[in-house]
């Protein structure tokens, strides 16, 4: 899934006319105060990070002139929210609140389609909401070959009493144009929380907008980065490196997230930090329950299935090859169709390129075990290229377990450590 | 000969082969590596060097499956006139970011 920051989603909502308040995009105190200058006092600081409820985090601050407005940039950018870096804030016009609504759009997966929910008593804990007075919440089922025409969204808001004709015009338009961002858009979730009354009529005063992470392609206007979901934080440039893998080729797929990209973990709990290749994710997950009760934990997580090519296969051995600070590698094939051959070809290529002077034999420990279709064929090539031959390599076959590698692997990392000096 | 057959394949890399090299290779590993595969590597009769067996659009599209036998069995087993450039967008500059080495730069 592929989040948009606040102001990325009120971009594409201005786009299908949903009203939202001035405001500028800044990376600094200087381009702060400009924006507020120019946008008018008071304003509202609000910190870009993919995470909600900011208010109560410290990341949304009101300012009604100069002096309030230094302050609150200097207590939110640079600083973190959640544990969530401040790096861009959005400076908006702040706005005269009459009443709050909120709206999103999801999918429902026992309906099988998208459904629009309107809470008319604003959305402050929307999920408490839901589960404790469902019968305030509005909800629109939507037939996606349909779609959602005006009157549709003006007829979820009949049996509203308070809310005046042009409120509901206003948030009618609101709910049609939000239905257009998330079709076009493949959204996961589009919404508004909250959408504020005013004098002047309905507008957005938040965004999330969260994206089918398999859509991106579609959408380069969009210009999101081509990397797996890694949770809150945005995607590591490493992440955006193996991500383009496979943008540009279909062919199979190397799923490749960093679970430590500093080591910080690792280290701090005394953890020995290595690179790790799976064919399959289930067998990633049975290779762990090995691996990290003997201590050592995987900085990244990679599956590599799907049949990939061989050039994937040395694209991202190279990727996990560049986390630095890893005292091993492991490759581990599930028993599956894949063609191990090729993925040996792949793994060797790479090794190959980054360890001309021993070629192909890393200085690290490096376990592979191929156990599958054209396993092998994978073992003898290792063999024939000269890469099993290396000190610290161990190839395993197809009787190997998990357990298996995980000895090899613990095996070859204490001789390897001993004749590092013993020390990490 | 001084000729270079080159051609780009789906994932955005590019085959060069020096085909002087390949005159006086007799057991051309690349080519029974790539009938195999079912690629694109045929024998040109006419010249006795590798050629392309289909057009270079199929390759692109897919033609070749990547599985890089040709440029490893030409190493080691016929002439050393084969390589495959496969470019990594952006891992040049992710490395020059690094304030610790990698392990294959003397890192650990």
């Known amino acids: 899934m592929a989040k948009l920051l606040e102001y990325q989603g009120k971009e594409l909502f201005r786009r299908f006319k ?134 549709d969204a003006l007829n979820m808001l009949r049996n509203v009493d308070d809310l005046s004709s042009a409120v509901k015009m ?114 990633s997950l049975t290779m762990m329950d090995e691996l990290v009760p003997l201590g050592y934990y995987p900085v990244n997580f990679c599956d590599s299935s799907g049949n990939p090519v061989g050039s994937k296969l040395y694209r991202i051995t190279k990727v996990i090859f560049s986390q630095p600070g890893i005292e091993g590698y492991v490759f581990v094939s599930c028993v599956s169709s894949q063609q191990l051959d090729n993925t040996a070809r792949g793994i060797i290529k790479a090794l190959k390129e980054l360890y001309p002077e021993t070629n192909g034999q890393p200085n690290i420990p490096t376990v592979l075990a191929f156990r599958g279709a054209w396993d092998e064929e994978a073992v003898q090539l290792l063999a024939e290229h000269g890469v099993s031959g290396g000190r610290w390599v161990r190839v395993l076959g197809r009787d190997s377990t998990e357990k298996d590698v995980a000895e090899a692997f613990r095996a070859l990392h204490e001789e390897w450590r001993t004749a590092q000096g013993g020390v990490r | 000969m001084s000729e270079v057959l080159a051609f780009k394949v789906r994932s955005g890399g590019t085959v060069t082969i020096s085909l002087s090299r390949c005159q006086d290779c007799e057991g051309r590993p690349c080519l029974q590596v790539c009938r195999v595969q079912g690629g694109p590597l045929v024998l040109d009769e006419a010249r006795g060097v590798p050629g392309l ?46 304030t610790e080495p990698v392990v294959y730069r003397g890192g650990r």
């Open chain 2, 53 to 98: 067996g289909m057009p270079l659009a199929e390759i692109e599209r897919g033609g070749c499956v990547e599985c890089l036998g040709c440029e490893l069995e030409c190493a080691l087993r016929g002439r050393q006139a084969l390589t495959i450039d496969l470019p990594l967008p952006l891992l040049d500059e992710y490395l020059a970011g690094l």
């Open chain 1, 18 to 151: 949903i009203p939202t308040p001035p405001g500028k995009v800044v990376r600094c105190l200087d381009e702060a105060l400009a924006a507020a200058a120019q946008i008018g006092y008071p304003v509202i600081v609000k910190a870009q990070v993919y995470a909600g409820k900011r208010g109560k985090g410290g990341g949304i601050r009101p300012a009604s002139d100069e002096p309030e407005l230094r302050d609150a940039v200097g207590r939110i950018l640079g600083n973190q929210i959640y544990g969530l870096p401040v790096e861009v804030l959005l400076i908006e016009k702040q706005v005269e609140i009459e009443r709050e609504i909120y709206v999103g759009i999801t999918a429902d997966p026992t309906l099988r389609s998208p459904v629009i929910i309107v809470s008319i008593t604003g959305g402050v804990s929307i999920e408490e909401i839901a589960q404790e007075h469902p019968q305030t919440l509005i909800k629109l089922p939507v037939d996606i070959l349909r779609g959602v025409y005006f009157f």
């Open chain 1, 170 to 283: 206003g948030v009618a338009q609101v709910i049609s144009g939000l239905y257009e961002v998330y079709r076009r858009y493949d959204c996961k979730l589009a919404e508004i929380n909250p959408l504020a009354v005013t004098a002047e009529g309905v507008i957005a005063l938040d965004a999330r907008v969260d994206i089918d992470g398999d859509s991106v392609s579609r959408h380069p206007d969009l210009n999101l980065a081509q990397a797996e979901e890694a949770g809150d934080r945005r995607a590591t440039l490493l992440e955006q490196v193996a991500g383009a893998i496979d943008h540009q080729d279909h062919r199979g797929t190397v799923h490749f997230v960093q679970i430590d990209p500093d080591l910080s973990y690792a280290r701090a709990n005394g953890k020995v930090p290595f690179g790790f290749d799976c064919v399959g994710a289930g067998a």
